[in-house]
């Protein structure tokens, strides 16, 4: 179980529970969300980009992802796998990251799909808010992106549910909770596999 993503709504703690996830198998996590951020805080050209994007709560272009993902993924530290956080979030992403690791003689070993009700979702994300003040956690733009999600990002589950390396985690419960219930799901997956 090297190369494996993890796909969820906003707020179903796909970023939170990579971070923990990864540490423990010994893998790196790539949130590229997290990406984005750190490119805006540093004012590059390429968060320079991403911002007006992610300030609306739309997706960055495909083309902008797609090539700091393959850079990404390039580096020195993804030799032995990786947990990917937010990627593909739509079908043409799907298309490129085939491609990428088709390239390498690679291909994805699981995805894992964590879910919450979107209540639940945006009551997190406000709770994030107060916290961080991130610029795309308010309600209005939380409720869009939970929209995007279901409109360009449920295409991309069902993708991997019919390739049959789908596994669903229910991600309502504490951190704890959760993080346990998906390292039990990876645990059958490695015996399964
Ligand atoms: P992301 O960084 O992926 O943001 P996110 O969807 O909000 O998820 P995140 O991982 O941060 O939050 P989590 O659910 O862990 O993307 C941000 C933006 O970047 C996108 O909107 C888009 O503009 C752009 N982008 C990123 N990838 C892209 C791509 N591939 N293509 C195009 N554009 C892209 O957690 C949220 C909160 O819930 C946290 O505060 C956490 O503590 C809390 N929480 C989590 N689990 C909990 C639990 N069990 N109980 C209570 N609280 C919990």
């Excluded at 969820?8 to 990864?22: C, D, F, H, L, V």
């Excluded at 593909?88 to 690679?106: H, I, K």
């Amino acid at each position: 179980m090297a190369r494996m993503l993890i796909i969820g709504p906003p707020g179903s703690g796909k970023g939170t529970q990579a971070e923990r996830i990864s540490a423990r198998l010994g893998v790196v996590a790539i949130s590229t969300g997290e990406i984005f951020r750190v490119n805006v805080k540093g004012q590059t050209r390429l968060g320079l980009e991403a911002r007006k994007c992610m300030d609306a709560g739309d997706f960055v272009p495909d083309s902008v992802t797609n090539k700091m993902l393959r850079n990404r993924l390039s580096g020195p530290d993804v030799g032995t796998g990786f947990m990917l956080d937010g990627y593909p979030r739509t079908v043409a992403q799907v298309d490129y990251l085939d491609q990428f690791l088709a390239e390498r003689g690679q291909e994805l070993d699981a995805v894992l799909q964590l879910s919450a009700g979107n209540e639940e979702l945006v009551a997190r994300l406000l709770g994030r808010a107060k916290e961080t003040g991130r610029s795309d956690d308010n309600e209005a733009i939380i409720r869009h992106r939970l929209d995007l999600y279901h409109e360009q990002t449920n295409a991309v589950v069902d993708q991997y549910a019919r390739r049959g390396i789908l596994t669903r985690v229910d991600g309502m419960g504490s951190l704890e909770e959760v993080t346990e219930r998906v390292l039990g799901c990876v645990e059958s997956l490695m015996k399964a596999a």
